[in-house]
C-alpha cells in the first residue's frame, strides 16, 4: 500500500488569494488524482497528473483555477487560484494502488476554508 | 438524477448490531463496486471491493452487488464502536476507469 502526505493539512485564506497543497507519495507512481470533497456531496474528481505530461481536467475544473504540477514520480501540487468562499473545501490526493484502478490510496486531505 | 444515490444519514446503532448500507446507482455499465471508510480528518480507506455481481465476505464486512436492481449494499456484523465512521461506495466500469463515489452514509455505533 501506499502511504500518501499532504501539506497543509488546513488552512484559513481570504477571498483573492491562491494556496499551493503539496502532495508527496511513498513510492513512484505513474498518475495521481485530485479530489473535492465538499460538506455533504460526494468525491468530485478535479484532474489526473502524470508525470511529464498535462494535467488531464474533468469536466467542470479549468487548469486557470486549478493549476497543477507534476515534476516526478512521487510528487504532485495542486494550487487553487483566485479563491472564494464556494472554494472552501477538502482537497485529496490519490494514487491507484498494486491491483488497479478500482484501489485507490487517499492522502488525509488539506481542509481550506475561505473567508 | 445522480449516477449514486447515497443516503447521507446518520445512521446511529447500538453496538453489536448488524449494520446495512446500501447504494444505488444508474448507469448500468458500472463493474466495479467498491466500499470506502473514511474516519474523520482522514482520507478514505479501501474496504473491499467486487467485481460484476455476487457476493464478497472478509470478516464481519460482507459486500453485496445486485446488477439487475442496480443496488449495492455492504453489511457490517457484530458492529463495534471503532466502526463508526462515514462509508462511502465507489463504482465504474464502461470504458471509464474513473470511480464515481456516492456522497457516502455516516454511521455511529455507540457503546
Known amino acids: 500500500s501506499a502511504v500518501i502526505s499532504q501539506k497543509p493539512s488546513r488552512d484559513i485564506c481570504q477571498r483573492g488569494t491562491s494556496l499551493t497543497i503539496q502532495c508527496q507519495v511513498d513510492?513512484?507512481?505513474?498518475?495521481m488524482f485530485w479530489y473535492r470533497q465538499q460538506p455533504g456531496q460526494s468525491l468530485t474528481l478535479i484532474a489526473t497528473a502524470n508525470q511529464g505530461s498535462e494535467a488531464t481536467y474533468e469536466s467542470g475544473f479549468v487548469i486557470d483555477k486549478f493549476p497543477i504540477s507534476r515534476p516526478n514520480l512521487t510528487f504532485s501540487t495542486l494550487t487553487v487560484s483566485n479563491m472564494s468562499p464556494e472554494d472552501s473545501s477538502i482537497y485529496l490526493c490519490?494514487?491507484?494502488?498494486?491491483?488497479?484502478?478500482?484501489?485507490?490510496?487517499f492522502g488525509p486531505g488539506t481542509r481550506l476554508t475561505v473567508t | 438524477q445522480k449516477e449514486v444515490e447515497q443516503d447521507p444519514g446518520p445512521l446511529s446503532v447500538p453496538e453489536g448490531a448488524i449494520v446495512s448500507l446500501n447504494c444505488t446507482y444508474s448507469n448500468s455499465a458500472f463493474q466495479y463496486f467498491m466500499w470506502y471508510r473514511q474516519y474523520s480528518r482522514k482520507g478514505p480507506e479501501l474496504l473491499m471491493y467486487t467485481y460484476s455481481s455476487g457476493n464478497k465476505e472478509d470478516g464481519r464486512f460482507t459486500a453485496q452487488v445486485d446488477k439487475s436492481s442496480k443496488y449495492i449494499s455492504l453489511f457490517i456484523r457484530d458492529s463495534q464502536p471503532s466502526d463508526s465512521a462515514t462509508y462511502l461506495c465507489?463504482?465504474?466500469?464502461?470504458?471509464?476507469?474513473?470511480?464515481?463515489f456516492g456522497r457516502g452514509t455516516s454511521l455511529i455505533v455507540h457503546p
Open positions: 490519490s494514487v491507484e494502488g498494486n491491483r488497479g484502478h478500482y484501489e485507490q490510496y
Open positions: 465507489a463504482m465504474s466500469g464502461g470504458g471509464s476507469y474513473i470511480p464515481t
Open positions: 513510492s513512484q507512481v505513474t498518475m
